[in-house]
């Protein structure tokens, strides 16, 4: 669909509108990366830079109205100082069928793409694999066409306004900028959802997914007889042992060598040795099923949250591919459970439409209606809309989140700033874990 051969003054079934924000004075109109791109396609295209920076004045002294974005344009009222008022539009050319296509497949493909517009974050990753596969994402150098009622040709202080009004609408939420290219973001998130769904289903009754089918059991049990008894168990010694020290005296330690850190994963080994060795012996331990160890990345938040020295945590996080945030992250949620909290903070995963339909079950009989997108923990609460993707249930707009564990365990997760935080121990049951976000149980 062209937007320059349609009038840009009828009414889409799509429109939304955004309340007029108020004046900015002193900041800058864009704090995000893809809203800074927004900005450059207005100040690189318009002919006459005076017009723009007077635009800038106009935006930042509350001149824009409330804006109404549909699928290829923006509509504002923009007064000048005089109190005249001009009706806007900026229109943006939509997406077609087919670029549509490309730019869901490869944000479905990847769980982190989803992940980050759900949170309101456009991935440089997606718009820098959209524009390989030519569908550009933003808009560039004479992408935005003004059209105004004060009949400048060009960009005039009132499309300019409103353009830098849109900066700011586009920092809090990308969608927008979807919006403009044509699809509204319920019907998006739903084909998000399903495209990913079937991905990995597709991936599960893939040959490669059935490798590794291990040894039969019988083979095994016939074998029993011909393998020595096992020795009997040893004893939990009293305390995790003393790993010898380094020698520092004599200055043949290799150049470069961190003593301090070797002692502290001496000393590090030995009680987690200790632990395993606790587990082992415990009683009915041979009944349990086993569980996953901690993987490499994993272990080293582990190590992190005994760490005291900074510089020890410092060069675990750095081996790990993580920041000095990301890592603190991790640490909180190997507080609440270990590598399976790790694993829930950090991995997303698609369940299968079994899991998925138990959850879904677990959901509905968490509240008295059974309306699977609405769980509470009691029929006088106002329960929450929780939107899926993946294995992520978030209320739009707020900042609860339910994640569900490969083991079919709920986790709690409240959002803060820029990132999800967990918020507490998993739970069987989704509406304890929606308990635990409740602000009136918050200690």
């Known amino acids: 669909m062209d937007p320059y051969a349609k009038d840009p003054y009828a009414k889409d079934p799509y429109e939304k509108t955004f309340p007029a924000l108020p004046p900015a004075p002193g900041r800058g109109f864009a704090h995000t990366w893809w809203g800074h791109a927004w900005l450059r396609a207005l100040e690189d295209s318009a002919l006459d830079g005076q017009q723009v920076k007077q635009g800038r004045r106009y935006a930042r002294s509350g001149a824009v109205g409330a804006v109404s974005v549909r699928p290829g344009g923006l509509t504002a009222v923009v007064r000048d100082p005089d109190g005249t008022a001009h009706r806007t539009d900026v229109l943006v050319q939509e997406f077609t069928e087919a670029e549509w296509d490309r730019l869901l497949g490869m944000a479905a493909a990847e769980s982190g793409h989803i992940a980050a517009l759900l949170d309101r974050e456009v991935p440089p990753e997606l718009a820098e694999d959209a524009a390989a596969a030519g569908v550009e994402l933003l808009p560039g150098i004479g992408d935005l066409d003004p059209r105004c009622d004060c009949e400048e040709w060009d960009h005039c202080p009132h499309t300019a306004a409103l353009c830098y009004q849109v900066a700011r609408l586009l920092d809090e939420d990308p969608f927008v900028l979807l919006l403009l290219r044509g699809r509204a973001e319920a019907g998006l998130v739903a084909e998000l959802e399903e495209r990913s769904t079937a991905e990995a289903e597709a991936e599960v009754g893939s040959p490669d997914s059935a490798a590794d089918v291990g040894v039969p059991a019988s083979e095994v049990y016939a074998a029993a007889s011909a393998l020595p008894p096992l020795p009997p168990p040893a004893r939990l010694p009293d305390a995790p042992g003393q790993p010898p020290t380094l020698d520092t ?5 290799p150049p470069g060598l ?3 850190g070797v002692e502290f994963l001496a000393q590090a080994a030995a009680k987690q040795a200790y632990r395993l060795l606790a587990e082992a012996l415990a009683p009915a331990h041979a009944e349990r099923a086993p ?27 750095a081996a790990s591919d993580r920041d ?8 909180l949620a190997w507080g609440f459970g270990g590598a399976q909290a790790v694993a829930v903070l950090e991995e997303d995963w ?42 992520r249930w978030t209320e739009p707009g707020g900042d609860r989140q339910l994640r569900l564990g490969r083991d079919g365990r709920w986790w709690p997760y409240r959002r803060s700033a820029h990132h999800w935080l967990p918020a507490g121990p998993p739970s069987t049951d989704p509406a304890a874990a929606l308990a635990a976000l409740d602000p009136e149980e918050t200690v």
Do not use: F, K, Y
């Open 258 to 260: 961190d003593v301090d």
């Open 249 to 253: 005296e004599s200055g043949t330690e």
């Open 350 to 391: 698609t369940p299968d439409r079994a899991t998925l339909a138990r959850a879904r079950a677990a959901l509905a009989s968490a509240r008295p209606d059974g309306a699977e997108s609405r769980p509470d923990a009691g029929p006088d609460v106002d329960a929450p809309v929780l939107r899926r993707i993946r294995s």
């Open 324 to 331: 000095r945030a990301a890592m603190d992250r991790a640490v």
């Open 291 to 317: 569980q996953p160890g901690p993987t490499l990345a994993q272990d080293a938040v582990r190590l992190t949250a005994e760490a005291h020295d900074l510089r020890v945590r410092s060069r675990l996080s």
